[in-house]
């Protein structure tokens, strides 16, 4: 059997050191990141430096993240301020009314914030504008209440609904 003669130790090689270029090599560089001049190798002409990269500017924003609890405030319902047969507590509207019923519904409405071409185009106009107005105002009573109301006196009706508004302030 033949055996390799080794060299004593002072004369062995020096051991590679993983994950390092070899000594006699220039350095790998990473790529070049933008803003920055070319890396050059040491040794090579490196042109000389003529503008300044620009600096960056890092803006942080905090946000403040309040858990805040909403608030539900729940009125009571109130009363209709007159009644559905109220009719003599305002005269110009009963007068409007008893003359011109659909002038009086025009200007309800519109006072409502719906304007004429709801009343025009829309033939259960009354009952919208009562359950509106009903809603709006937190006033008690159903929609039951409402469609019988309606059906049964539209004039009343009409009327309670010209006198609520001026009570709530829209005159």
């Not at 006072?111 to 359950?131: D, T």
């Not at 019988?148 to 009706?157: D, I, K």
Request: aromatic letters at 8%; hydrophobic letters at 30%; proline letters at 13%.
């Amino acid at each position: 059997m033949e055996t390799k003669p080794t060299a004593p130790p002072d004369q062995q090689y020096p051991p590679q050191q993983v994950g390092y270029p070899p000594q006699d090599q220039p350095p790998m560089y990473s790529p070049q990141q933008a803003g920055y001049p070319p890396a050059y190798p040491p040794g090579q002409y490196q042109p000389a430096i003529t503008q300044q990269p620009a600096p960056v500017q890092q803006t942080t924003h905090t946000t403040v993240v309040m858990n805040q609890q909403p608030v539900l405030v729940q009125r009571t319902a109130r009363n209709w301020s007159t009644g559905l047969c109220g009719c003599f507590e305002d005269c110009g509207s009963l007068c409007m009314g008893l003359c011109c019923p659909y002038f009086l519904l025009l200007d309800v409405s519109s006072r409502m914030g719906e304007g004429c071409c709801f009343v025009c185009c829309c033939p259960g106009a009354l009952l919208g504008l009562r359950i509106k107005l009903r809603v709006q105002e937190n006033i008690q009573g159903s929609l039951m209440n409402d469609y019988c109301a309606v059906e049964c006196c539209p004039l009343c009706v009409l009327c309670q609904l010209s006198r609520e508004l001026k009570h709530v302030g829209r005159p």
